[in-house]
């Protein structure tokens, strides 16, 4: 089970952080990744970071104002959003895979039930 939370409505030029709890499964065995969908739009890979956290990447449109860390002894995925733009407004979805794949727009067979993210002055 992966369940986000952190969700909120902010300013722009704002931070949140985001939390995928996973329960039911070894995190260290799993790549993550969290992705997002804005209302009328398809689902867009943000970050993902390998089971061991040695490699990660993002999509250009956050590259450099995102970070995803996690803590396997926590059974948790972060994703820090600093700088944060209207643009960025979406329901964000963790999920997780059993094989580390770059591209963060790779499917992922399981999900979380998403958190809203709200950008807006």
């Known amino acids: 089970q992966l369940v986000e939370s952190g969700g909120d409505l902010v300013q722009p030029g704002g931070s949140l952080r985001l939390s995928c709890a996973v329960s039911?499964?070894?995190?260290?065995?799993?790549?993550i990744g969290w992705f997002r969908q804005a209302p009328g739009k398809e689902r867009e890979g943000v970050a993902c970071i390998s089971a061991h956290g040695a490699n990660a990447n993002y999509a250009d449109s956050v590259k450099g104002r995102f970070t995803i860390s996690r803590d396997n002894a926590k059974s948790t995925v972060s994703l820090q959003m600093d700088s944060l733009e209207p643009e960025d407004t979406a329901v964000y979805y963790c999920?997780?895979?059993?094989?580390?794949?770059?591209?963060?727009?790779?499917?992922?067979?399981?999900w979380g039930q998403g958190t809203q993210v709200t950008v807006s002055s």
């Open positions: 999920a997780a895979r059993t094989r580390w794949e770059y591209d963060p727009s790779a499917e992922y067979p399981y």
């Open positions: 039911g499964f070894p995190l260290d065995y799993y790549t």
